[in-house]
Every structure is written in C-alpha cells, then in structure tokens.
C-alpha cells in the first residue's frame, strides 16, 4: 500500500503571496490531518478533515485554511503568507476520525522569504 | 511554555552506548505516545503507553510511563546509526488522538 504523499516537497515563495499544499492520504483512509512543525515550537495541529467535512482545528489564523475532495485527497491554503510561515508542513492520514493510528507523510519544506 | 518538555535536546553519542530521554509535564495525561522523525519525513508512531508505570518494550528501546502519568522516559540499550532521529512525546487532550499536543523533541545522532 503506498504511503501518504504530500506535494510538492519544496516551495520557495515571498511576503504576501499564497500557497496551497495537496497531501494524497493512504487508500481507504478517509481522516486527514495538517500539522506545522518548526524548530522553537514544534508540531502544531492545524485542522482535520473526514469525510469532506471540518471535523477538528487548532489555533491558527484564518489565513490558513484548508478542504477535503471527496476522494479523501486534501489541501490546504496560505493566503498572504508571512515570514513567519516558513516551516514544515505534514500531513497526516487515518481510517476514521478517532482513535486510530495516524500515518504522517514527508512534509512540504515552505520556505517564505 | 511548552505543555511537555522534553530532555535532552540534543545527543550525540557512539553506536553501542545506552541512552534515555524524557518528556517531561505537570500535568496528568491520560495516554502519551512516542515517535521518531528522521531527517526528510514525518513522524512514525513508536509506541502509545496509558497505564501508570505501564513499561513498553520495543526491541532495544524500552518506554516507561511514570506512575503518576505525568512523564515518560525512553531507553535505547546498544544504540545503532539507524536509531539516529527526532525523539518525540505527544499528548492527546481532546480525547479523539488527533488535537495531540507535541514536545520539541529529542535529536539524537548516533555515530558509526
């Protein structure tokens, strides 16, 4: 069973622009999870999606946004990026929306300059 | 103010020698897991304790649970280059393994 996949794996943007991320979930599961990891905060969750539908979300500014299609493949959206934003950006899939072990995928390298 | 600390930050030791790491918190958790993030990708889960003093064994890595459910600790015995990783705690405080609250982490670099 292939893995969870995230493109693209690198992206170098400026102040102000937007991004958007796309993470391919595992086949058959239907839970995706955004997280951000940088060095002085760590990983921090951004929101879940199931089933197409915004089950949970951290705190984070609207800016970041995210959605799910219905053949489970998610993305997520930066608008107005900040130099703030630079991190990693993982997505993580599961088979439901709780409980269950959560596959990470190698993250997307956003670097904003 | 990190919810968990996790100690020390960063290690580097030779292939053969012991370690433990800690995550560390004053609060009281229901579970904890432990992952390792290698260098360009994500975290794989290693292991999810939820007893008090419940010890975990994992080949040579060793998990404890602190009776008090509030700090866990990792042993490594007879290290290898390919445990070389981010060591990192997570809690669950929403009940639902997905709003997990993180450490920063352990790097640890084990050399040939």
């Known amino acids: 069973k292939a893995g969870v996949t995230q493109t693209p794996r690198y992206l170098i943007k400026t102040r102000g622009q937007q991004v958007t991320l796309s993470c391919s979930p595992i086949?058959?599961?239907?839970?995706v999870s955004w997280y951000q990891q940088t060095p002085g905060q760590g990983l921090q969750f951004l929101f879940e999606?199931?089933?197409?539908?915004?089950?949970n979300k951290g705190n984070f500014p609207g800016r970041f946004s995210g959605r799910q299609f219905s053949n489970s493949r998610s993305e997520m959206n930066v608008s107005t990026l900040e130099l703030g934003d630079s991190a990693l950006y993982l997505c993580?899939?599961?088979?439901?929306?709780?409980?269950?072990?959560?596959?990470f995928g190698p993250g997307t390298r956003l670097t904003v300059l | 103010t990190q919810l968990l600390e996790q100690s020390p930050q960063f290690l580097s030791i030779q292939e053969g020698e012991n370690l433990t790491v800690y995550c560390n918190s004053s609060?009281?958790?229901?579970?904890l897991q432990w992952y390792r993030q290698e260098p360009g990708e994500g975290p794989v889960l290693l292991v999810t304790?939820?007893?008090g003093g419940e010890v975990k064994k994992l080949k040579r890595l060793t998990f404890q649970f602190g009776d008090a459910r509030k700090d866990s600790s990792l042993h490594i015995t007879a290290a290898q280059p390919g445990d070389t990783g981010l060591y990192l705690c997570?809690?669950?405080?929403?009940?639902?393994?997905?709003?997990?609250?993180w450490g920063l982490g352990t790097s640890l670099a084990v050399n040939p």
């Open positions: 304790v939820v007893t």
């Open positions: 999606y199931f089933s197409e539908t915004q089950r």
């Open positions: 997570a809690v669950d405080r929403a009940g639902n393994n997905r709003k997990l609250i």
């Open positions: 609060s009281v958790f229901s579970s």
């Open positions: 993580a899939s599961s088979s439901t929306s709780a409980g269950n072990e959560q596959f």
């Open positions: 086949s058959g599961h239907r839970s």
